[in-house]
Nanobody, 125 residues
């Protein structure tokens, strides 16, 4: 059974930093065969794709609103993907999810097959 679980959420002041982790297990193929995306959903808003990292030699994607502030990375030996979030803003407040799909990143969240349960990030002003 594939499992993804996010950790690292919490309350942070505006301008602060937070690192989220997405740990995975149970994949059919090696972890480095999968693209891992980070998504977020704020109350009343649709879920949005904010970042993704493809399989080990692949590309990285960021939504414009987080470019220059967020950084995604992966440690395939630990089956973990990280999202380093800096200069956080109140509008970054949301539940953050990670999800996986084979091979390439895609901007649509609908094509990701495996999802974690999310971790809340709250940025106070």
């Amino acid at each position: 059974e594939v499992q993804l679980w996010e950790s690292g959420g919490g309350l942070v002041q505006a301008g602060g930093s937070r690192r989220l982790s997405c740990a995975a297990s149970g994949f059919t193929f090696n972890f480095d065969e999968y693209a891992i995306g980070w998504f977020r959903q704020a109350p009343g808003n649709e879920r949005e794709t904010i970042s993704c990292i493809s399989r080990s030699y692949g590309g990285i994607y960021y939504i414009d609103s987080v470019k220059g502030r967020f950084s995604i990375s992966r440690d395939n030996a630990k089956n973990t993907v990280y999202l380093e979030m800096n200069n956080l803003k109140p509008e970054d407040t949301a539940v953050y999810y990670c999800a996986a799909r084979i091979e390439r990143c895609m901007s649509s969240d609908r094509v990701y097959n495996y999802w974690g349960r999310g971790t809340q990030v709250t940025v106070s002003s």
